[in-house]
């Protein structure tokens, strides 16, 4: 390898646990693509989100700062574009930055430092989906989910999100493809975001026929008890429905996690081409390829679906890293989505300029034989649908502590306890304990003064919304700048070539190459 900064390759599904992988011990899903990714590289089984939610992850995870810190309450709040990103940072190394596929950048700035964006988007760029903590919980807004996903998963020979991941695959390959060709010396970081296996779960049949619904498995805890269930999921329950359909049959659990396990398959099969691609042009030795989701999916258990929730389906995410000078093997200590932008900078070599960064690097976990360093604690964030309180997560060792004012303290030892069934908050035993976790929620948040930023700004962007859905409507939605003249081979290619276009000496304008 040249000395020349590593290729930075990011994958990035939609709503993907962990738990529903081969390299993290699921015995059915197949993934062969991301199993080969994670026998080459190194696997951080604790990995976690620092929101369980699409735009708060994304946001946290580009910049390096919690969702609290930059105002990314929930998906429906801009992105401020004076944030640095680590495509921001990458950028002024020196990398050429390109994104295909999903990012739900929410605001005018639709790009947050990439140079080019090959898709646009699949979910709005506006205010619309913005939450209102001073509505009663048990008056859903017309976007909440709801159990359309669940209850009809099947077949069908195109849909809306597989088409999308369809062309981020090909505008991704064809990028990587075309690198030696396009005159830029430049190491580059691509971001590759994929919307499966996001419900809705609409997947072709030769995806679907991978899997019988016969050998899908149940749940592992079934819709609990509301004498059971903890007050934040009976919320959920609520917001999108669940109680109203009463408890499903094993049959219609086994068919929407059948749709489940089969987007992951057809995820699977994208990350592949991306990978592939890579090998054909002889960049495998020379980047860094990272695979993680924005957040997990509950599929079923508690009876709850979705994410939005601190249990491990929802917040636990793969996360593996393969490329050079990282070694193969298993990280059990948790890890956290704010780690990657100080984990990149190490590994790129590249300054972050004094920017007030919420994690820790994870290079001195990817070296080879590698021992130690890491975070001692990662800590998470919801603050949108489903609470009225700002609800927050630290995991530190095998212990993981939930607190949402105005609802009993959850206190688990995921060691004794993955399923997290027993809530030690309140138990004499772990009274020290739960203790030192509420002083250090009390340190690292004002929660009263959160609760404030968040209403303000949920009662600011509401007025706003309405505002610019009055009269002439101008979206923000990302639109793909394709100039057909530039395309392929043209007449006037010399008059006006594509930016990374050399006219080669003597060449006639339209010559045949």
Not at 180 to 189: E, I, K, M, N
Not at 451 to 459: F, I, K, P, W, Y
Request: hydrophobic content about 35%.
């Amino acid at each position: 390898m040249s000395n020349r900064q590593p290729n930075i390759l990011l994958l990035q599904a939609d709503q993907l646990a962990a738990a529903f992988l081969p390299p993290y011990g699921h015995p059915i899903v197949q993934a062969p693509n991301i199993a080969r990714l994670a026998d080459g590289g190194t696997t951080f089984e604790s990995a976690y989100c620092a929101s369980p939610l699409c735009s708060p992850s994304r946001f946290a995870m580009l910049s390096g700062r919690r969702a609290s810190s930059i105002g990314a309450f929930d998906n429906a709040a801009e992105f401020p574009a004076s944030v640095p990103t680590i495509t921001h940072m990458l950028r002024a190394a020196g990398y050429q930055t390109a994104l295909a596929g999903k990012m739900h950048f929410v605001g005018p700035d639709q790009l947050h430092g990439y140079e080019e964006r090959f898709t646009t988007d699949v979910y709005p760029a506006d205010f619309e989906w913005t939450p209102d903590w001073r509505r009663p919980p048990n008056e859903p807004m017309p976007w909440y989910h709801n159990m359309s996903s669940v209850l009809e998963a099947g077949v069908r020979p195109s849909g809306w999100a597989t088409d999308f991941d369809a062309e981020v695959s090909f505008t991704a390959t064809r990028r990587i493809r075309e690198l030696d060709r396009r005159g830029d010396d430049r190491p580059f970081f691509l971001t590759v975001s994929f919307t499966n296996p996001h419900d809705p779960w609409d997947l072709p049949q030769r995806h679907w026929d991978l899997y019988d619904d016969a050998g899908i498995d149940l749940p592992d805890v079934g819709l609990m008890s509301y004498d059971k269930a903890d007050p934040h999921s009976l919320r959920l329950r609520g917001m999108y429905g669940v109680d109203h359909h009463g408890p499903l049959s094993d049959a219609a659990l086994r068919r929407a996690r059948h749709g489940y396990y089969s987007a992951v398959s057809y995820l699977d099969e994208r990350v592949g081409e991306v990978l592939a691609a890579l090998d054909e042009t002889g960049h495998t030795q020379d980047t860094v390829v990272i695979f993680t989701s924005d957040h997990g999916e509950m599929l079923g258990e508690r009876g709850l679906w979705y994410k939005m929730a601190f249990f491990e389906n929802a917040c636990r995410v793969p996360l593996i890293v393969r490329g050079p000078g990282v070694g193969s093997g298993r990280v059990s200590s948790p890890v956290s989505h704010l780690d990657l932008v100080p984990t990149l900078l190490d590994l790129c070599g590249a300054h972050n300029a004094g920017e007030p960064l919420e994690g820790t690097s994870l290079a001195p976990l990817l070296a080879d034989g590698a021992s130690g360093g890491g975070p001692e604690s990662v800590v998470g964030e919801y603050l949108a649908e489903g609470v009225q309180h700002p609800m927050v997560m630290i995991r530190r060792g095998r212990h993981k502590f939930i607190r949402c004012d105005g609802d009993p303290d959850q206190l688990y030892d995921l060691d004794a306890d993955p399923l997290e069934l027993t809530n030690l908050a309140a138990d004499a035993a772990h009274a020290n304990l739960a203790e030192q976790f509420r002083h250090e929620t009390d340190e690292r948040w004002d929660l009263p003064e959160l609760e404030c930023r968040v209403l303000e700004s949920q009662r600011a962007r509401l007025l706003v919304s309405r505002a610019l859905a009055t009269g002439f409507y101008t979206p923000w939605d990302y639109q793909p700048r394709v100039d057909a003249s530039r395309e392929y081979v043209r007449s006037d290619a010399s008059k006006n070539p594509r930016p990374w276009e050399r006219p080669t000496p003597g060449a006639l304008p339209g010559a045949e190459p």
